[in-house]
Protein backbone atom coordinates (compact mmCIF):
# COMPACT_ATOMS: atom_id res chain seq x y z
CA UNK A 1 0.00 0.00 0.00
CA UNK A 2 1.09 3.19 -1.00
CA UNK A 3 0.06 6.64 0.51
CA UNK A 4 1.14 10.42 0.61
CA UNK A 5 1.71 11.99 3.94
CA UNK A 6 3.50 14.39 5.51
CA UNK A 7 5.73 14.24 8.17
CA UNK A 8 3.93 15.13 10.81
CA UNK A 9 1.49 12.74 9.71
CA UNK A 10 4.64 10.51 8.79
CA UNK A 11 5.92 10.30 12.50
CA UNK A 12 2.31 9.66 14.01
CA UNK A 13 2.12 6.57 11.77
CA UNK A 14 5.44 5.21 12.70
CA UNK A 15 4.28 5.79 16.44
CA UNK A 16 0.82 3.27 15.54
CA UNK A 17 3.30 0.60 13.87
CA UNK A 18 5.67 0.98 16.81
CA UNK A 19 2.77 0.07 18.95
CA UNK A 20 2.13 2.62 22.00
CA UNK A 21 -0.32 2.74 23.65
CA UNK A 22 -0.24 6.64 25.01
CA UNK A 23 0.48 9.73 23.36
CA UNK A 24 0.85 12.77 25.04
CA UNK A 25 1.24 16.69 24.00
CA UNK A 26 1.14 20.43 24.52
CA UNK A 27 0.24 22.13 21.09
CA UNK A 28 2.45 24.10 19.61
CA UNK A 29 3.09 25.17 15.66
CA UNK A 30 5.06 22.98 13.98
CA UNK A 31 3.98 19.69 16.15
CA UNK A 32 0.75 20.03 17.03
CA UNK A 33 -0.45 18.16 13.76
CA UNK A 34 0.78 14.86 15.15
CA UNK A 35 -1.15 14.57 17.95
CA UNK A 36 -4.12 15.49 16.16
CA UNK A 37 -3.35 13.15 14.07
CA UNK A 38 -2.75 10.18 16.02
CA UNK A 39 -6.38 11.40 17.89
CA UNK A 40 -8.11 11.38 14.71
CA UNK A 41 -6.69 8.21 12.95
CA UNK A 42 -5.51 5.94 15.54
CA UNK A 43 -8.03 5.91 18.20
CA UNK A 44 -6.44 2.97 20.02
CA UNK A 45 -3.97 5.14 21.69
CA UNK A 46 -5.45 7.32 24.39
CA UNK A 47 -4.04 10.35 23.71
CA UNK A 48 -4.27 13.79 25.62
CA UNK A 49 -3.06 17.41 25.43
CA UNK A 50 -1.26 18.62 28.30
CA UNK A 51 -1.29 22.03 30.54
CA UNK A 52 2.40 22.10 29.39
CA UNK A 53 5.93 20.25 27.88
CA UNK A 54 6.56 18.96 31.67
CA UNK A 55 3.74 17.58 32.08
CA UNK A 56 2.73 15.88 28.45
CA UNK A 57 6.69 13.85 29.40
CA UNK A 58 5.94 13.37 33.04
CA UNK A 59 2.99 11.50 32.10
CA UNK A 60 4.06 9.82 29.24
CA UNK A 61 6.70 8.75 31.83
CA UNK A 62 4.49 6.91 33.62
CA UNK A 63 2.80 5.28 31.52
CA UNK A 64 6.36 3.92 30.31
CA UNK A 65 6.74 2.83 34.52
CA UNK A 66 3.49 0.86 33.84
CA UNK A 67 5.32 -0.88 31.06
CA UNK A 68 3.65 0.65 28.03
CA UNK A 69 5.36 2.76 24.88
CA UNK A 70 4.44 6.20 24.90
CA UNK A 71 5.62 8.95 22.92
CA UNK A 72 5.92 13.25 24.05
CA UNK A 73 5.11 15.57 21.64
CA UNK A 74 6.57 19.48 21.90
CA UNK A 75 7.99 22.30 19.65
CA UNK A 76 11.60 22.79 20.47
CA UNK A 77 11.20 25.51 22.86
CA UNK A 78 9.34 23.26 24.51
CA UNK A 79 12.04 21.42 25.23
CA UNK A 80 13.10 23.94 27.86
CA UNK A 81 9.82 23.53 30.24
CA UNK A 82 10.55 19.86 29.86
CA UNK A 83 14.20 19.61 30.46
CA UNK A 84 13.33 18.71 34.41
CA UNK A 85 12.26 15.23 33.79
CA UNK A 86 14.05 14.96 30.57
CA UNK A 87 17.79 15.42 32.20
CA UNK A 88 16.72 12.72 35.25
CA UNK A 89 14.61 10.71 32.97
CA UNK A 90 18.15 8.95 31.15
CA UNK A 91 19.33 7.19 34.51
CA UNK A 92 16.05 5.90 35.63
CA UNK A 93 15.28 2.63 34.78
CA UNK A 94 12.40 2.47 32.04
CA UNK A 95 10.17 -0.54 31.12
CA UNK A 96 8.32 0.36 28.08
CA UNK A 97 9.82 2.48 25.43
CA UNK A 98 9.45 5.98 25.39
CA UNK A 99 10.10 8.97 22.77
CA UNK A 100 10.36 12.45 22.79
CA UNK A 101 9.56 14.20 19.40
CA UNK A 102 10.73 17.92 19.33
CA UNK A 103 9.49 19.76 16.59
CA UNK A 104 12.55 22.19 15.73
CA UNK A 105 11.83 25.57 13.96
CA UNK A 106 14.83 26.44 11.27
CA UNK A 107 14.19 29.93 10.39
CA UNK A 108 11.42 30.83 12.73
CA UNK A 109 8.90 29.95 10.57
CA UNK A 110 6.27 29.93 13.55
CA UNK A 111 8.49 30.40 16.74
CA UNK A 112 9.79 33.25 18.60
CA UNK A 113 13.49 32.15 18.27
CA UNK A 114 15.62 29.66 16.63
CA UNK A 115 17.22 26.40 19.04
CA UNK A 116 19.31 23.33 17.90
CA UNK A 117 17.71 20.41 20.30
CA UNK A 118 20.45 18.38 19.16
CA UNK A 119 22.21 19.92 22.13
CA UNK A 120 19.47 19.32 24.45
CA UNK A 121 19.90 15.31 22.91
CA UNK A 122 24.11 15.29 23.61
CA UNK A 123 23.44 17.06 27.25
CA UNK A 124 20.77 14.42 28.08
CA UNK A 125 23.07 11.87 27.13
CA UNK A 126 20.88 10.38 24.94
CA UNK A 127 20.05 8.82 21.32
CA UNK A 128 18.68 11.62 18.57
CA UNK A 129 17.02 10.18 15.57
CA UNK A 130 16.71 13.20 12.25
CA UNK A 131 14.49 12.09 9.58
CA UNK A 132 14.58 14.07 6.05
CA UNK A 133 11.65 12.53 4.59
CA UNK A 134 8.35 11.49 5.46
CA UNK A 135 9.27 8.12 4.92
CA UNK A 136 12.16 8.25 7.28
CA UNK A 137 9.74 9.92 9.67
CA UNK A 138 7.71 7.30 10.32
CA UNK A 139 10.67 4.14 10.10
CA UNK A 140 13.15 6.51 12.34
CA UNK A 141 9.95 6.97 15.05
CA UNK A 142 9.30 3.43 15.27
CA UNK A 143 12.82 2.47 15.57
CA UNK A 144 13.37 4.97 18.40
CA UNK A 145 11.37 2.66 20.96
CA UNK A 146 13.31 -0.35 20.13
CA UNK A 147 16.35 1.72 20.60
CA UNK A 148 14.57 3.11 24.05
CA UNK A 149 13.59 -0.25 25.40
CA UNK A 150 17.32 -2.09 24.34
CA UNK A 151 18.99 0.78 26.40
CA UNK A 152 16.33 1.53 29.11
CA UNK A 153 16.64 5.38 28.10
CA UNK A 154 14.33 7.65 26.38
CA UNK A 155 14.70 8.90 22.44
CA UNK A 156 14.18 12.13 20.68
CA UNK A 157 13.19 12.40 17.17
CA UNK A 158 13.98 15.67 15.64
CA UNK A 159 12.03 16.40 13.24
CA UNK A 160 13.60 19.84 11.65
CA UNK A 161 11.00 22.11 9.54
CA UNK A 162 12.19 20.17 6.24
CA UNK A 163 11.22 16.97 7.33
CA UNK A 164 7.32 18.13 8.31
CA UNK A 165 6.05 20.14 5.75
CA UNK A 166 6.90 18.11 2.26
CA UNK A 167 4.34 15.64 1.33
CA UNK A 168 6.29 12.27 0.60
CA UNK A 169 5.50 9.23 -0.18
CA UNK A 170 5.04 6.19 2.41
CA UNK A 171 4.82 3.23 1.52
CA UNK A 172 4.01 0.41 3.68
CA UNK A 173 3.81 -3.68 3.12
CA UNK A 174 0.91 -5.51 2.39
CA UNK A 175 -0.79 -7.18 4.10
CA UNK A 176 -0.50 -5.15 7.34
CA UNK A 177 -1.30 -5.42 10.70
CA UNK A 178 -0.47 -4.06 14.16
CA UNK A 179 1.60 -6.15 16.29
CA UNK A 180 1.53 -4.51 20.19
CA UNK A 181 4.96 -5.41 21.89
CA UNK A 182 4.92 -7.82 24.59
CA UNK A 183 7.15 -6.27 27.15
CA UNK A 184 9.27 -8.64 29.67
CA UNK A 185 11.39 -5.90 31.27
CA UNK A 186 13.77 -4.01 29.89
CA UNK A 187 17.29 -5.12 30.14
CA UNK A 188 19.90 -2.49 29.45
CA UNK A 189 23.43 -3.89 29.28
CA UNK A 190 25.31 -3.85 32.27
CA UNK A 191 24.31 -2.14 35.40
CA UNK A 192 21.67 0.46 35.98
CA UNK A 193 20.67 3.07 38.86
CA UNK A 194 17.18 3.69 40.37
CA UNK A 195 17.21 7.45 42.15
CA UNK A 196 16.10 6.47 45.91
CA UNK A 197 14.51 9.83 47.22
CA UNK A 198 16.61 11.39 49.60
CA UNK A 199 18.97 8.94 50.40
CA UNK A 200 21.51 7.15 48.05
CA UNK A 201 21.49 4.93 44.70
CA UNK A 202 20.08 1.56 43.91
CA UNK A 203 22.76 -0.69 41.88
CA UNK A 204 20.53 -3.34 39.89
CA UNK A 205 22.07 -5.80 37.55
CA UNK A 206 20.75 -6.46 34.61
CA UNK A 207 19.89 -10.14 35.39
CA UNK A 208 18.00 -9.36 39.00
CA UNK A 209 15.19 -7.49 36.63
CA UNK A 210 11.93 -9.06 36.54
Known amino acids: MKKILSGNEAVARGAYEAGISFAAAYP ?34 GASYAGARSLAVMKHVGVNVAADPLMTL ?14 DDPELFSSQNEQDNRHYARF ?33 VRTPRGSRT ?26 CCLPMPGVATLSLKSESLP
Not at 31 to 56: D, G, M, Q, R
Not at 91 to 97: A, D, Q, S
Not at 145 to 150: A, D, G, L
Not at 171 to 190: M, N
Request: with cysteine.
Open 166 to 191: PWGLWVCPSPWRRKLPAWSGTRPSGS
Open 124 to 156: AKIAMLEPSSSQEAKDYTKEAFTISEEFGTPVM
Open 90 to 103: PYTLIRGGIVLISA
Open 28 to 61: GTPSTEILETIAKEYKVIHSEWAPNEKVALEVAV
